[in-house]
């Protein structure tokens, strides 16, 4: 195998990218190359373009961190610039139009492949890439193919060319050029997977007749061995003077001979497999050898003889029908009646269908039933000898297997043989109301879990009523149990939009559906432990106005503010209608009452993502006018730092946590506020005031203080409870509800979360393993435009910002972003900053996680310098906690190499102060 890696210049396109990058993993397999290096040496066989645009990269970012850019990141910085949004487009709508022509199943698998490749946002999620292949397929074979209900695109396209070999042997669909172009000749039949057979031999055993090969010279239609196997293909092109067939693309004379048969001059099969009796003339000329064979191939397949084909040989039903009565006990192999077994062997046979296949198949039952507590797709197989399930499905289920006293080896539909060597004995199924034990053997088996065969149909006498897809299972003294199969035999058809139109323009009745997952289950607060025995603390709405608490919302004016009152917005009908309906829920809980106050604040409402909407009073002028609480929010890390060594989690989230809190009496009469249908104030804390988050954070605080960051964090109304343990868990989960209990604040049970191993807080993921960065959030980075003013920059660094703990060098990749917010910086987006834009959204996507401090020893920090800034990495027992850096001030760049790096560990000191304050640490 060749092992040079080849080169790039940056020319090839978008195709031959995608090559370079599989030549160059093959070699980093072959040779054994480490993550680290392998950009290093990728980057080593660019040339040309390609090699300029990469030295940019380094001048960008250093030549150190670009030859530490990990492999999948380079792919991806390489892709965008040498695959344009413009060749992105056009690839992706060839994905999306692409179409399977004829029966070149083959071709279109490959450039269905080669595109998915090319264009990843396609086919992400992988059932878009699904969507696509089915799509693009003939429409014989898609139905098919979307029938058998598969999810893995591997699986798909393997079926995709089974069906389509079977249509094509069935003449369904017409002949490949590479099937028709070239003739084996050949006097012995092998057998291939699908059945079928191929000739090998010479040339004086071919299977086209000396006679036809006559006609074809005489008709200009004949082309020797070497104009078949080149066909339309060949490099030299065609230099004769005949014209072109539109039909085989070949050029001839006369009518084009195509997908005809040689011997009786029908279309759709050919010669070999021609069962018309032979013309006598024609057999006199070939020698008696050649006779044989041909006369021997328009017989039965399966006993030889001529009359009748081989699905209906009687030698064939009979020996199935002797299989059949004998049922467990007969070990025929099927193999020519050879029932000589090696050894210890036994021998059976199970012809597993897909689920397409068995929906459709009148002879076999399907359906769904309990195998020990588990719902599993059975298949009732009387081919089946003995019963099976799926390796997958054993492993879920909490049983030993033990060992066959005789190597068992099953013999597929598909000629394959597989060994078995265990049994998982008593499995409890579930049929009909009635349990039943079956032995299970665990093989490999399709798209069914369980198959239930002879071994069990016979042991309780069952009867397969195929029209009716039952099983009628003999019970003595009771009427039989009727086990009742899935009847479903319809396709389901999936039809485009445009296709869908046309229907409803022809009068086709059409009916809506909104499927929604009958499976999940609706959370209960009777299910959860401990949860369950403070149903005060997650009432379904606030029982009214809040107690008098040690802390009351107070609105200080600055001196000689004066009333403010604004008239109220205009509002939609709808808005209307809703803003009638929430003050009169108001007005009952006592959350507000009329008012003949001098202020007065507009109101409008906001779109909730439920889609209901939430009525917000535009507080804006009172806010310009009251004195500021600066009262602190925690920081965001530091309460991250206080779930070190956690594993038990539990989130609260309170109703309408503004709600419980009254305001003072002397300052309900600044919260009024102006609609269409009176004038009204707050006597609880409302939304939208300046103060609200830090007097609320006081009160939390003050509530908690017992336990605050032993076991539990707050930030404003969201409560976090966090344990090592489940017992530990379990008593801390206690005390806070029972403080809630005790202070009369209650939270609302659908935004709640108990007992979790993995939390969603504060845009943040924690488990026991670390921090990383929400889901949720890297979609939104993802999505991110490219921006187009200063002001959208700094929004985009603002969001990147949040997360830079977790982005090795991140104010050196920001930095030709952070250069265009400047002032006096004239904006120009060029390819330097659209570099850096998306390399950071990459980053922050693949961002690693980040563990938790544990204590306070063993702390390593790294610190590197450059002429682009300071950067350092705090790290604990070869975990890293936090990456930092910033970019270098004017004065500091004159510095010299010592001083900066003197300024990086001073940096680092700084910023990671908290951390290594009377520790010793390493630098």
Known sequence: MDCRPSSFSGTEGAVGLLHWFEKLESVFEMCECP?????????????????????????????????????????????????????????????????????????????????????????????????????????????????????????????????????????????????TATVTPSATPVTLSDNKRKWEGDSSKASISVQSQNQQRKTGNYQSPNQQSSGSHRQGGYRGNLPKCNNCNRHHNGQCSKGRCQRCLKMGHEAKDCRSPRPANQDQQQPPAQQNQQQGNKGCYNCGAEGHIKRHCPQLNRNQNNNNNQGNGNNNNNNGG??????????????????????????????????????????????????????????????????????????????????????????????????FSIDLIPIVLGSFDVVIGMDWLSQHHAEILCKEKVIRIPRSSQEPLEVQGDKSGAVVGIISYLKAQKCLRKGHTAILALVTDASAKEKKLEDIPVVRDFPQVFPEDLPGLPPHRQVEFQIELAP?????????????????EELSKQLQELLEKGFIRPSS??????????????????????????????????????????LFDQLQGSCYYSKIDLRSGYHQLRVRDEDVSKTAFRTRYGHYEFLVMPFGLTNAPAVFMDLM???????????????????????????????????????????????????????????????????????????????????????????????????????????????????????????????????????????????????????????????????????????????????????????????????????????????????????????????
């Open 560 to 576: 000689g503010a004066a009333p403010i009152a604004r008239a109220p917005y205009r509002l939609a009908p709808t808005e209307l």
């Open 701 to 923: 605080n003050r509530v908690c203080k017992p336990y605050l960051d032993k076991f539990v964090i707050v930030f404003i109304d969201d409560i976090l409870i966090y344990s090592k343990s489940q017992e530990e868990h379990e008593r801390h989960l206690r005390l806070i509800l029972e403080l809630l209990r005790k202070e009369q604040l209650y939270a609302k049970f659908s935004k709640c979360d108990f007992w979790l191993r993995e939390v969603h807080f504060l845009g943040h993921v924690v488990n026991k393993d670390g921090i990383h960065v929400d889901p949720s959030k890297v979609d939104s980075i993802r999505n991110w435009p490219a921006p187009r003013t200063p002001t959208e920059i700094r929004q985009f660094l603002g969001l990147a910002g949040y997360y830079r703990r977790f982005i090795k060098d991140f104010s050196k990749i920001a930095q030709p972003l952070t250069m265009l917010t400047q002032k006096g910086v004239v904006y120009r987006w060029g390819n330097t900053q659209e570099t850096a834009f998306q390399y950071l959204k990459d980053r922050l996507c693949s961002a690693p996680i980040l563990s938790l401090p544990e204590g306070t020893d063993d702390f390593v920090v790294y610190c590197d310098a450059s002429i682009q800034g300071l950067g350092c990495v705090l790290m604990q027992r070869d975990k890293v906690i936090a990456y930092a850096s910033r970019q270098l001030k004017v004065h500091e760049r004159n510095y010299t190499t010592h001083d900066l790096e003197l300024g990086a560990v001073v940096f680092a000191l700084k910023i990671w102060r908290h951390y290594l304050y009377g520790t010793r640490c390493t630098i």
């Open 35 to 179: 993550e680290a290096r392998r950009v290093k040496f990728a980057t080593g066989t660019l040339e040309g373009i390609a090699l300029t645009w990469w030295n940019a990269q380094v001048q960008i970012l250093g030549l150190a961190a670009a030859n530490a850019t990990p492999w999948n990141d380079f792919k991806e910085l390489i892709k965008r610039e040498y695959c344009t949004r413009e060749d992105i487009h056009k690839l992706e709508d060839e994905l999306y139009n692409l179409k399977m022509v004829g029966s070149e199943i083959e071709a279109y698998t490959k450039r269905s492949n080669e595109l998915a490749v090319l264009c990843p946002t396609m086919v992400d999620p992988p059932y878009k890439r699904i969507e696509l292949y089915l799509k693009g397929l003939a429409p014989e074979i898609q139905s098919h193919v979307t029938s058998a209900n598969l999810n893995n695109i591997q699986e798909i396209q393997r079926l995709a060319h089974r069906i389509t070999d079977q249509a094509v042997d069935q003449n369904k669909l017409p002949k490949r050029v590479s099937a």
């Open 338 to 435: 050879n029932n000589n077994n090696n050894g210890n062997e036994a021998r059976g046979r199970a012809f597993v269908l897909g689920r397409g296949d068995a929906v459709n198949d009148p002879n076999v039952v399907m359906g769904k039933f309990l195998l020990d507590d588990i719902y599993v797709t059975v298949l009732f197989d009387s081919g089946a000898d003995t019963s099976y399930m799926s390796l997958k499905m054993s492993k879920l289920l909490k049983r030993t297997p033990t060992p066959l006293d005789t190597k068992h080896v099953v013999e597929l539909a598909n000629g394959k043989s597989v060994e078995a060597a265990q049994v998982v004995k008593g499995c409890s199924i579930v049929l009909a109301g009635q349990t």
């Open 597 to 638: 106050s001098p202020w007065g604040a507009p109101v409008l409402f906001v779109k909730k993502k439920d889609g209901t909407f939430r009525m917000c009073i535009d507080y804006r002028e009172l806010n310009k006018v009251t004195v500021k609480n600066r009262y602190p929010l925690p920081r965001i890390d530091d």
